[in-house]
Structures are given as structure tokens and as C-alpha cells.
């Protein structure tokens, strides 16, 4: 125990009462942020807002304590949660500066900056979190408003991907081979999601040089994994069908990152069974 963020001395019921207790103080510092940034930069920030939903329920609070932290609810950060809807990357890289040399002054004890590296399912946000007067951490974020809706109505997938996650580990033991199916069609339909509104936001100009490596390594798999889908599809096709599609696995293959000879390959392998039929 006592290994996340919140006061190690306080239970739950008492982590729970000092959340109720900061709601007000969390308000204030959002809306003292926000005026902060209007006022310093008027032309970028005028249309920006403050949302802070209310407290979480305890029983939520409980499932994801068991689930996610291993008993541990001083790991729980979103108990008091609210975030700021920004819309473009240069509103986002100011946020960024003001944050980095603020942020003894507000308060913020840890930042996660997934516009640099975006999360695994590819949602991006500025995420920070904020310990408050009476010593409660909250948590708060930067998100960019056309990604925020897509991660609001695709929750549903990411509750969905954390139900096998919490169940495996419930009965301690790996995933069977139809969970992770399951969990990677999830995962890339998140992803697949999420894709959108970072490139009609040009979300990319704020990656560093591992979020870009890693979103390389996940689009040529992807495209090594449709070239593989195309290249069985054509041996089992016939003759026209081998041909259609060990082209596209040829396309996917270069696509992936592999080289002309691998691309002819994979036509080739698709194609010619049929052919010499």
C-alpha cells in the first residue's frame, strides 16, 4: 500500500470524504487556470471551457480499485477530475510551456503527456495531476475537443477491453487465445477511432520521437497483418481471385515497410498456385 499519489494514512471512506471536501478547491483552480490563459493569450484561449463532472461514485471507485490497482486506492488520481476542451496543437503547446514553468506553483505533482506518446489505443491528452489544499490529488486534463468526443462515445470498447483484462487477472491466469482476439479487434477499432480527429487536428506535429516511432510500428503491423489476410484469401480464391488479391497483399507488404522483392513475393505466393493450375 501507499505506493500512488494520495496520503497513505487515509482509508478509503477517508480518501473518499477529503475528494468531497476538495470538489470546491478543484473548481476554483480550473477556472483560475483558464482565466490565467485567457487573459495572458486572448486570441488563443477565448472559446476554451472548464468541465469538472461531479465526484465518482464509491462503488465505481472500488471495482477499479480492485481491478486496476490491486487493492491500492492511493493510486486512485480521477476521484476529482476535470479537464479543459482546447482545440488546436498550438493552444496545446502553450499549455504545455505554462504547465512546465508553473508547475510548482500549481500545484501539479506529476504530468503524463500523451500527445507526445500517445496511449497504446491511441488517444491523446494532456493528463497532470494536482494536489489540492487539503492534500487530495486530482486529476487534470488537456484534451483536444473533436478527441474527446471520440473517446466519449467509444467507451463503451474501452470498458469492453478492460472486462477481459479484470477478469483474467480475477482468476490469475493469461488470456485465452479468443480474449485476445477479442481484445486486439478492441483495440485497433480504438484505435481506428481515434485516428480521425488527431489527423484532422494535426495532433502528429506534437509527437516526440517515440510517439512516432511507436504509431510507425503499429501502422506496419497492421499493414503486415493485412497483407497476410489478403495473401491467404488469394491462394484460397482462384486463378482471378489470386491474383486480385495477392496484388493487394503485395501493396499492403511495401505499405508495412517491406521492400519490392518481399511486395513481388507476396504476389507471387498468392497468385501463382493458381496460376499453374
Given at each position: 500500500m501507499g505506493e500512488g499519489l494520495q496520503n497513505p494514512d487515509l482509508n478509503l471512506n477517508q480518501l473518499y470524504d477529503q475528494a468531497g471536501q476538495a470538489m470546491p478547491d478543484f473548481a476554483e483552480f480550473g477556472q483560475n487556470f483558464l482565466q490565467y490563459l485567457q487573459e495572458k493569450y486572448p486570441d488563443q484561449f477565448a472559446g476554451v471551457e472548464f468541465q469538472h463532472p461531479e465526484l465518482k461514485g464509491l462503488e465505481r471507485i472500488q471495482d477499479k480499485i480492485t481491478g486496476d490497482y490491486d487493492g491500492d486506492h492511493t493510486k486512485v488520481v480521477d476521484m476529482v477530475r476535470g479537464r479543459l476542451l482546447v482545440e488546436t496543437p498550438e493552444q496545446i503547446q502553450i499549455i504545455r510551456h505554462e504547465i512546465s514553468d508553473l508547475q510548482d506553483?500549481?500545484?501539479?505533482?506529476?504530468?503524463?503527456?500523451?500527445?507526445?506518446?500517445?496511449?497504446?489505443?491511441?488517444?491523446?491528452?494532456?493528463?497532470?495531476?494536482?494536489?489540492?489544499?487539503?492534500?487530495?490529488?486530482?486529476?487534470?486534463?488537456?484534451?483536444?475537443?473533436?478527441?474527446?468526443?471520440?473517446?466519449?462515445?467509444?467507451?463503451?470498447?474501452?470498458?469492453?477491453?478492460?472486462?477481459?483484462?479484470?477478469?483474467?487477472?480475477?482468476?490469475?491466469r493469461s488470456l485465452t487465445e479468443s480474449e485476445i482476439i477479442r481484445?486486439?479487434?478492441?483495440?485497433?477499432?480504438?484505435?481506428?477511432?481515434?485516428?480521425?480527429?488527431?489527423?484532422?487536428?494535426?495532433?502528429?506535429?506534437?509527437?516526440?520521437?517515440?510517439?512516432?516511432?511507436?504509431?510507425?510500428?503499429?501502422?506496419?503491423?497492421?499493414?503486415?497483418?493485412?497483407?497476410?489476410?489478403?495473401g491467404r484469401l488469394g491462394k484460397?480464391?482462384?486463378?482471378?481471385?489470386?491474383?486480385?488479391?495477392?496484388?493487394?497483399?503485395?501493396?499492403?507488404?511495401?505499405?508495412?515497410?517491406?521492400?519490392?522483392?518481399?511486395?513481388?513475393?507476396?504476389?507471387?505466393?498468392?497468385?501463382?498456385?493458381?496460376?499453374?493450375?
Amino acid at each position: 500500500m501507499g505506493e500512488g499519489l494520495q496520503n497513505p494514512d487515509l482509508n478509503l471512506n477517508q480518501l473518499y470524504d477529503q475528494a468531497g471536501q476538495a470538489m470546491p478547491d478543484f473548481a476554483e483552480f480550473g477556472q483560475n487556470f483558464l482565466q490565467y490563459l485567457q487573459e495572458k493569450y486572448p486570441d488563443q484561449f477565448a472559446g476554451v471551457e472548464f468541465q469538472h463532472p461531479e465526484l465518482k461514485g464509491l462503488e465505481r471507485i472500488q471495482d477499479k480499485i480492485t481491478g486496476d490497482y490491486d487493492g491500492d486506492h492511493t493510486k486512485v488520481v480521477d476521484m476529482v477530475r476535470g479537464r479543459l476542451l482546447v482545440e488546436t496543437p498550438e493552444q496545446i503547446q502553450i499549455i504545455r510551456h505554462e504547465i512546465s514553468d508553473l508547475q510548482d506553483n500549481l500545484g501539479i505533482v506529476k504530468v503524463k503527456d500523451f500527445y507526445a506518446e500517445p496511449l497504446e489505443t491511441h488517444f491523446r491528452t494532456l493528463n497532470t495531476q494536482v494536489q489540492l489544499p487539503n492534500g487530495h490529488i486530482a486529476e487534470f486534463r488537456i484534451d483536444q475537443h473533436d478527441m474527446a468526443i471520440a473517446g466519449d462515445n467509444s467507451h463503451h470498447l474501452y470498458e469492453e477491453r478492460q472486462a477481459i483484462d479484470r477478469l483474467a487477472k480475477a482468476e490469475n491466469r493469461s488470456l485465452t487465445e479468443s480474449e485476445i482476439i477479442r481484445r486486439n479487434e478492441l483495440l485497433e477499432e480504438q484505435r481506428a477511432i481515434f485516428h480521425d480527429p488527431a489527423q484532422k487536428n494535426n495532433l502528429d506535429s506534437l509527437l516526440n520521437e517515440n510517439g512516432k516511432a511507436m504509431l510507425a510500428e503499429h501502422r506496419n503491423h497492421r499493414m503486415a497483418g493485412m497483407a497476410e489476410t489478403f495473401g491467404r484469401l488469394g491462394k484460397n480464391g482462384g486463378l482471378i481471385a489470386g491474383v486480385a488479391f495477392g496484388t493487394l497483399s503485395g501493396a499492403f507488404t511495401l505499405a508495412a515497410g517491406g521492400n519490392s522483392a518481399q511486395a513481388a513475393e507476396a504476389v507471387y505466393e498468392a497468385a501463382v498456385p493458381y496460376g499453374e493450375t
